[in-house]
């Protein structure tokens, strides 16, 4: 209770986010008396980020910053232009078609949030659009990306429930090109009420001399999908390759990026990334303290104790894992929650694993949009130059068509016709 | 240097480090030709000398931080190519994510020193001049305190002076149950406390920035009063 | 008071169902005075993270895969040498001999105290779909997902194969797009995570015993009475006993499903790692004088 009090009060001050939750787990400690804990918590917070799993975040954001150097994110966009029919809004579609190709090859929201932040929305604000708009569809485009196959996020519910990956990820296409669809409607009502600029149609030679200037530039991302898909890099690893072929094309071809260039954007991705990533470790470290005062297990009989009915289980679970995103990670969620909710949902009310991990995905994943914590919303913040809180407000019909879809499979899970 | 101007020397450095007089006249000075903070850091020369090796640690700390993830992307660039030619670095992903935690904890202190740290800052929107000045104030307090428990955690942890007394690693452990100086790495046969090592260094340094904000907002707001 | 106890299997996994029995049993014979919380799937961290909690006494109980241990004190390395046995019953009774026993008093200087032995599935060979075994081929050339422990990465690098560890949340990627050709899993996992459905062939060698240990901290366990000792002695002796006697009947469990599942599952004698077998011994023998103890009693069986 004091440590939810202390939490409250000093986000209210303006604490920074970090050290309310750093602050909070010393509190739940002096709270529960475990003293004990004082002495593993440095290595803790340490150990919160020591994982492979985050090393997209500092790779993507360099990488941004590398193609936003070089040119190359421009041209990209001017492709995307001269392709496209003069439709209200049309940057803002061709940033959310982005967001789900890459969506069906990288599995990390902040990954997403970090490139397209530097490409598309200076090039958006660039046509016409408010950039803390670019920025909110940006981020929000950004949610599909643990959803729409591959995944992280259900790799690692996978290993918790032993469910082969593959079937996770083929759970995960529906919903995530519903998701898609719902943001279109979103964007279209945006494009109305904003009424952003179209894409200026432009002479057919244009077209073609825009056409053949990007062709170079395209060869940075295929680079980074052919090298995962030819078995030659990680996912993770591809930022890397992809951003040497940035340098390559930025400095060779296009002579924008400038080997003096290099160092700023590398400091300028360290200081992005290295602040997230430190928040990551604060919410680590209150989740490892909430889990020695045993809270997910508590929670998992609490839900049990209230109902008998599958889906006011899942709905009671939703409100509780929608709570918890707010100041946790997705991947950290899913350890602290699937291995003791899973047994209940599946023995205890019938429910179909595959089902519950991707309600429990889909649910966490709006987390990264959250406030107080969520690296995503931070990230686009701060690698677009807006506030936080004012995306999160613009972000709220995007959170609406997320709940609408989390609804529909809710009520699927539930339901054992519909699995 | 001869002995009379090096105690001169120290003295006016004592005097520039300890009091906040300075920072203050530094801000007022900074104030009534219409600079800002950072403005005044630009110019470091008018800085007393708290705010320059503040400013001297925070550019240390760039530099550090963005050779740090060179090196990482590098890495993993180096073992995409290595592992294709079926040599792949063993200790590869071991070494990329430490680099990645050094990265994070840098990030983090650069972002105390620029006031860069993600807040909610609904409260201060609705506060005038002043009371965003007192608010500031107090926030910063609390950011330094928070730093110097963890300060004094991470000093518990790497106990400098049971080590020295107990004269190894493993003697610390069998005699007190703290096996920091016992753990290895996984794959790069290195100790871990080389990486731990990051800990101390991060509260060193942010300390030191979150001192440095602190004065800083109390020189604001005693310009202020004067006024 | 309340123990907590920590390990990395999910909830499904044996382990993990032991870890809740014993719970169970703990505070059924001391009326209540004595609980067990259960944190499983690596709750509070990974193995290495846990050992840091148990040395300092934050965390009391854990089941650690020899892993972590060997890290620590490559002498436990040799409880995972090539074809130390023929079957998990085998394996069982290995683990309960001197050998393994005298083992456990390497613990101390870790800050753990031991408890006894259980295991995990003998380990066998998945082999992608990008290249199937020939008649009479080896593993040589391929790149085996391992972990990045000195035996395992020593018995690869001897088969002619290239080792290539890979994180968990990256492997069943690159094991679909071909980063990797090969894996040393278990019957369990390659069921369990579909692995099974990737690869062109089970290698069915169960080459490897893979043994858990369960442990306290040293430090927590100074503070208990004698019969708190005993009794957790007692009961961790009975589940880490359960735990062994079971799983050569999941294995073979596991081991009908792929078959049924369609999966070819071949049983090449050791010839298929090539010489790295013989040359393992020689190396680890080197290193260690325990092997030969532990391969006399292996021999023994
Ligand atoms: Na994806
Ligand atoms: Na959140």
Redesign the interface.
């Given at each position: 209770m004091i440590a939810a009090v202390a939490f409250v009060a000093?986000?209210?001050?303006?604490?920074?986010?970090?050290?309310v939750l750093?602050?909070t787990s010393?509190a739940l400690i002096a709270q529960g008396g475990d003293w004990i804990l004082?002495?593993s918590?440095?290595?803790q917070?340490?150990g919160g980020?020591?994982?492979?799993a985050?090393?997209a975040?500092?790779?993507f954001t360099?990488l941004g910053e590398l193609m936003g150097a070089g040119g190359i994110g421009r041209r990209l966009l001017a492709l995307a232009g001269a392709l496209l029919p003069p439709l209200k809004g049309g940057l803002a579609y061709v940033n959310l078609l982005a967001n789900v190709l890459m969506a069906s090859v990288l599995g990390s929201t902040t990954a997403q949030i970090t490139v397209m932040s530097r490409l598309a929305v200076p090039e958006m604000e660039r046509a016409g659009h408010p950039r803390e708009l670019s920025a909110t569809i940006t981020a929000a485009g950004g949610l599909l990306a643990p959803i729409l196959p591959p995944s992280m996020n259900l790799i690692v519910f996978a290993a918790i429930a032993q469910l082969p990956v593959a079937e996770l990820f083929v759970a995960g296409v529906v919903p995530g090109l519903v998701m898609a669809g719902l943001f279109v409607v979103v964007i279209a009502r945006l494009a109305r009420r904003h009424d952003l600029p179209p894409v200026a149609p432009a002479p057919m030679a244009e077209r073609g001399r825009v056409i053949i200037a990007a062709l170079p530039a395209l060869c940075v991302p295929l680079i980074a999908v052919g090298?995962i898909l030819t078995g030659?890099?990680t996912p993770?690893?591809a930022?890397?390759?992809s951003?040497?072929a940035a340098v390559l094309v930025g400095m060779g071809v296009y002579r924008e990026l400038r080997l003096r260039d290099?160092?700023g954007a590398?400091?300028r991705?360290?200081?992005?990334?290295?602040?997230v990533?430190?928040?990551v470790?604060c919410a680590q470290l209150l989740g490892w303290v909430l889990t020695y005062s045993n809270l997910p297990a508590m929670t998992a009989r609490l839900l049990q104790d209230l109902t008998q009915s599958p889906l006011v289980f899942l709905l009671l679970l939703n409100l509780m894992l929608l709570a918890l995103g707010m100041i946790m990670e997705p991947i950290p969620a899913i350890i602290l929650t699937a291995p003791v909710l899973l047994p209940v949902a599946t023995d205890v009310y019938g429910i179909d694993p595959v089902a519950f991990g991707i309600v429990t995905c889909v649910n966490l994943t709006l987390g990264l949009l959250t406030?107080?914590v969520g690296a995503g919303l931070?990230t686009a913040?701060?690698l677009t130059g807006t506030?936080?809180?004012g995306l999160a407000r613009r972000l709220i019909p995007f959170f609406l068509a997320v709940l609408v879809t989390l609804l529909g499979l809710t009520v699927a899970a539930a339901n054992p016709f519909a699995s | 240097m001869a002995a009379h101007s090096r105690q001169k020397f120290f003295a006016f450095a004592l005097r520039s480090f300890m009091s906040p007089l300075n920072l203050r006249k530094a801000a007022r000075r900074g104030r009534r030709r219409g600079k800002t903070r950072s403005e005044m850091l630009e110019h470091g020369s008018e800085l007393p000398v708290l705010a320059r090796m503040d400013r001297a640690i925070l550019r240390l700390e760039?530099?550090v931080?963005?050779?740090?993830?060179?090196a990482?992307?590098?890495l993993?660039?180096a073992?995409?190519g290595l592992?294709?030619f079926?040599?792949?670095l063993?200790?590869g992903?071991?070494l990329?994510?430490?680099l990645?935690?050094w990265?994070?904890?840098?990030?983090?202190s650069?972002?105390i020193a620029?006031r860069?740290?993600?807040?909610?800052?609904?409260?201060?929107e609705r506060l005038g001049a002043r009371g965003r000045d007192r608010?500031a104030l107090?926030?910063d307090a609390?950011?330094l305190a928070?730093l110097l428990?963890?300060s004094w955690?991470?000093w518990?942890?790497f106990d400098p002076v049971g080590l020295l007394r107990t004269g190894s690693g493993?003697a610390l452990?069998?005699e007190t149950?703290?096996?920091i100086y016992?753990?290895?790495t996984?794959?790069l046969g290195l100790p871990k406390t080389l990486?731990?090592a990051?800990?101390p260094v991060f509260c060193l340094c942010a300390a030191f920035h979150a001192l440095a904000a602190l004065c800083d907002d109390i020189a604001r707001l005693s310009a202020g009063r004067r006024t | 008071e309340t123990l907590k106890m920590g390990l990395i299997t999910p909830p499904s996994h044996q382990w993990t169902k032991s870890a809740a029995t014993l719970a169970d049993a703990l505070s059924g014979e001391t009326g209540g005075r004595l609980t067990l919380e259960v944190f499983p799937a690596g709750q509070l961290g990974n193995e290495?993270q846990m050992l840091?909690q148990l040395?300092?006494?934050a965390l009391d109980l854990a089941f650690l895969t020899v892993g972590e241990l060997t890290?620590?004190d490559p002498e436990f390395g040799v409880l995972t040498a090539p074809y130390l046995v023929e079957t998990g019953e085998e394996a069982a009774r290995l683990l309960e001999g001197e050998v393994a026993a005298g083992l456990l008093d390497r613990l101390t200087?870790?800050?753990l105290h031991g408890l006894g032995y259980g295991q995990a599935g003998m380990r066998i060979v998945l082999l992608s779909k990008s290249g199937p075994l020939e008649e009479g081929g080896t593993v040589a050339g391929r790149?085996i997902r391992t972990v990045?422990?000195a035996q395992e990465?020593d018995f690869w690098r001897l088969a002619g194969t290239?080792?290539?560890?890979?994180?968990l949340t990256e492997l069943y990627d690159a094991y679909a797009n071909g980063?990797i050709d090969g894996m040393q899993i278990d019957y369990e996992g390659a069921v369990n995570m579909g692995f099974a459905d990737l690869s062109s062939a089970v290698l069915a060698t169960e080459h490897m015993i893979f043994p858990m240990v369960a442990v306290a901290s040293?430090?927590k366990w100074q503070g208990f009475s004698e019969e708190d000792r005993a009794l957790i002695e007692r009961l961790v002796g009975e589940e880490a006993a359960r735990i062994r006697a079971l799983y050569p009947e999941i294995d073979a469990g596991y081991r009908a499903q792929l078959e049924a599942a369609g999966v070819p599952v071949l049983t090449p004698g050791p010839e298929v790692f090539g010489p790295a077998v013989e040359e393992w011994n020689a190396l680890w023998g080197q290193k260690t004088p325990v092997l030969e103890q532990l391969r006399a009693e292996a021999d023994a069986l």
């Amino acid at each position: 209770m004091i440590a939810a009090v202390a939490f409250v009060a000093l986000i209210a001050l303006g604490v920074p986010i970090a050290w309310v939750l750093v602050l909070t787990s010393l509190a739940l400690i002096a709270q529960g008396g475990d003293w004990i804990l004082l002495e593993s918590l440095p290595q803790q917070l340490f150990g919160g980020i020591e994982t492979y799993a985050l090393l997209a975040l500092p790779l993507f954001t360099l990488l941004g910053e590398l193609m936003g150097a070089g040119g190359i994110g421009r041209r990209l966009l001017a492709l995307a232009g001269a392709l496209l029919p003069p439709l209200k809004g049309g940057l803002a579609y061709v940033n959310l078609l982005a967001n789900v190709l890459m969506a069906s090859v990288l599995g990390s929201t902040t990954a997403q949030i970090t490139v397209m932040s530097r490409l598309a929305v200076p090039e958006m604000e660039r046509a016409g659009h408010p950039r803390e708009l670019s920025a909110t569809i940006t981020a929000a485009g950004g949610l599909l990306a643990p959803i729409l196959p591959p995944s992280m996020n259900l790799i690692v519910f996978a290993a918790i429930a032993q469910l082969p990956v593959a079937e996770l990820f083929v759970a995960g296409v529906v919903p995530g090109l519903v998701m898609a669809g719902l943001f279109v409607v979103v964007i279209a009502r945006l494009a109305r009420r904003h009424d952003l600029p179209p894409v200026a149609p432009a002479p057919m030679a244009e077209r073609g001399r825009v056409i053949i200037a990007a062709l170079p530039a395209l060869c940075v991302p295929l680079i980074a999908v052919g090298s995962i898909l030819t078995g030659l890099a990680t996912p993770t690893e591809a930022a890397a390759v992809s951003a040497c072929a940035a340098v390559l094309v930025g400095m060779g071809v296009y002579r924008e990026l400038r080997l003096r260039d290099i160092p700023g954007a590398l400091l300028r991705a360290a200081k992005g990334a290295g602040q997230v990533l430190f928040l990551v470790a604060c919410a680590q470290l209150l989740g490892w303290v909430l889990t020695y005062s045993n809270l997910p297990a508590m929670t998992a009989r609490l839900l049990q104790d209230l109902t008998q009915s599958p889906l006011v289980f899942l709905l009671l679970l939703n409100l509780m894992l929608l709570a918890l995103g707010m100041i946790m990670e997705p991947i950290p969620a899913i350890i602290l929650t699937a291995p003791v909710l899973l047994p209940v949902a599946t023995d205890v009310y019938g429910i179909d694993p595959v089902a519950f991990g991707i309600v429990t995905c889909v649910n966490l994943t709006l987390g990264l949009l959250t406030p107080p914590v969520g690296a995503g919303l931070y990230t686009a913040a701060l690698l677009t130059g807006t506030r936080p809180l004012g995306l999160a407000r613009r972000l709220i019909p995007f959170f609406l068509a997320v709940l609408v879809t989390l609804l529909g499979l809710t009520v699927a899970a539930a339901n054992p016709f519909a699995s | 240097m001869a002995a009379h101007s090096r105690q001169k020397f120290f003295a006016f450095a004592l005097r520039s480090f300890m009091s906040p007089l300075n920072l203050r006249k530094a801000a007022r000075r900074g104030r009534r030709r219409g600079k800002t903070r950072s403005e005044m850091l630009e110019h470091g020369s008018e800085l007393p000398v708290l705010a320059r090796m503040d400013r001297a640690i925070l550019r240390l700390e760039g530099a550090v931080a963005a050779l740090l993830l060179g090196a990482l992307a590098l890495l993993m660039l180096a073992n995409v190519g290595l592992r294709a030619f079926g040599r792949p670095l063993l200790w590869g992903d071991e070494l990329a994510v430490y680099l990645m935690v050094w990265t994070a904890f840098l990030g983090a202190s650069i972002a105390i020193a620029t006031r860069m740290q993600v807040a909610v800052d609904l409260l201060a929107e609705r506060l005038g001049a002043r009371g965003r000045d007192r608010l500031a104030l107090l926030v910063d307090a609390v950011v330094l305190a928070a730093l110097l428990i963890l300060s004094w955690l991470v000093w518990r942890w790497f106990d400098p002076v049971g080590l020295l007394r107990t004269g190894s690693g493993a003697a610390l452990a069998a005699e007190t149950f703290n096996f920091i100086y016992q753990n290895p790495t996984l794959t790069l046969g290195l100790p871990k406390t080389l990486f731990w090592a990051v800990l101390p260094v991060f509260c060193l340094c942010a300390a030191f920035h979150a001192l440095a904000a602190l004065c800083d907002d109390i020189a604001r707001l005693s310009a202020g009063r004067r006024t | 008071e309340t123990l907590k106890m920590g390990l990395i299997t999910p909830p499904s996994h044996q382990w993990t169902k032991s870890a809740a029995t014993l719970a169970d049993a703990l505070s059924g014979e001391t009326g209540g005075r004595l609980t067990l919380e259960v944190f499983p799937a690596g709750q509070l961290g990974n193995e290495a993270q846990m050992l840091q909690q148990l040395q300092s006494g934050a965390l009391d109980l854990a089941f650690l895969t020899v892993g972590e241990l060997t890290n620590r004190d490559p002498e436990f390395g040799v409880l995972t040498a090539p074809y130390l046995v023929e079957t998990g019953e085998e394996a069982a009774r290995l683990l309960e001999g001197e050998v393994a026993a005298g083992l456990l008093d390497r613990l101390t200087p870790l800050g753990l105290h031991g408890l006894g032995y259980g295991q995990a599935g003998m380990r066998i060979v998945l082999l992608s779909k990008s290249g199937p075994l020939e008649e009479g081929g080896t593993v040589a050339g391929r790149k085996i997902r391992t972990v990045p422990l000195a035996q395992e990465l020593d018995f690869w690098r001897l088969a002619g194969t290239t080792p290539t560890p890979l994180p968990l949340t990256e492997l069943y990627d690159a094991y679909a797009n071909g980063q990797i050709d090969g894996m040393q899993i278990d019957y369990e996992g390659a069921v369990n995570m579909g692995f099974a459905d990737l690869s062109s062939a089970v290698l069915a060698t169960e080459h490897m015993i893979f043994p858990m240990v369960a442990v306290a901290s040293a430090r927590k366990w100074q503070g208990f009475s004698e019969e708190d000792r005993a009794l957790i002695e007692r009961l961790v002796g009975e589940e880490a006993a359960r735990i062994r006697a079971l799983y050569p009947e999941i294995d073979a469990g596991y081991r009908a499903q792929l078959e049924a599942a369609g999966v070819p599952v071949l049983t090449p004698g050791p010839e298929v790692f090539g010489p790295a077998v013989e040359e393992w011994n020689a190396l680890w023998g080197q290193k260690t004088p325990v092997l030969e103890q532990l391969r006399a009693e292996a021999d023994a069986l």
